[in-house]
């Protein structure tokens, strides 16, 4: 139990564009996900944390403008990278938090994002 | 301030060594949960284990065992035997009681060569 799925698990996109990424968890609601970046041979950083039904809490540093998060139901979170640049290029990994277990915290198996 | 640090950036041992990952730790919270994570080459994180600030006891997970000492703020892991399947990037984690937030250390790379 306790899976979250993660897509895509690559993708490459021009720059200008915007690409999507998605976070389901698949047999549990989580009320609360959270978007993690991972720039190379680098830790994991907290990007924001995306509430379902309401807005998502950005940490600070992050362009909530260029990352949109929406969290529409209790089994998706989604990243938005708007206008993305090369040096939006990263690996981006979400965590779900299972509702009532106090540690329940599953994490996707990450994005790979490349901006050419 | 680091609340997580892994000082080791990258470790390289031969099959069948042992090998211990340092973990560092810094906190106010008197609850509070450890992790550790591992990242093999395709990226996603694996849970390996957790341990609560209340509970010191040791714990041996077959090659797997770690060293949570709350005196010196560590939390040390420690593969015996260690195998090439074992390679991989390691981070330990901090959560804080009262937050969601992760604090994690920027990771120790493991190689095991053959």
Redesign the interface.
């Given at each position: 139990g306790a899976v979250v799925s993660q897509h895509p698990s690559r993708v490459i996109c021009k720059s200008g564009t915007s690409v999507k990424i998605e976070c389901r968890s698949l047999d549990f609601q989580a009320t609360t996900m959270f978007w993690y970046r991972q720039f190379p041979k680098k830790s994991l950083m907290l990007m924001a944390t995306s509430n379902e039904g309401s807005k998502a809490t950005y940490e600070q540093g992050v362009e909530k403008d260029k990352f949109l998060i929406n969290h529409a139901s209790l089994t998706l979170s989604t990243l938005t990278v708007t206008s993305a640049h090369p040096e939006d290029s990263s690996f981006y990994i979400c965590s779900a938090r299972r509702q009532g277990v106090d540690y329940g915290y599953t994490f996707g198996s990450g994005t790979r994002l490349t901006v050419v | 301030a680091q609340k997580v640090t892994q000082a080791q950036t990258e470790i390289s041992v031969v099959e069948k060594e042992d090998v211990t990952l340092d973990c560092v730790y810094e906190t106010r919270d008197t609850t509070y949960?450890l992790f550790w994570?591992k990242q093999p080459p395709?990226?996603?994180?694996v849970?390996l284990i957790?341990r609560n600030s209340f509970d010191e006891q040791n714990e041996i997970s077959g090659r797997y065992s770690w060293n949570f000492q709350k005196s010196t703020s560590s939390f040390n892991f420690t593969i015996t035997a260690s195998q090439v399947v074992d390679s991989a990037v390691y981070?330990c984690a901090l959560?804080e009681n009262n937050f969601?937030?992760?604090y994690?250390?920027?990771?120790t790379?493991l190689n095991v060569k053959p």
């Open positions: - | 949960y994570y395709s990226g996603e994180l849970f957790r981070f959560r969601n937030k992760f994690f250390g920027s990771g790379k």
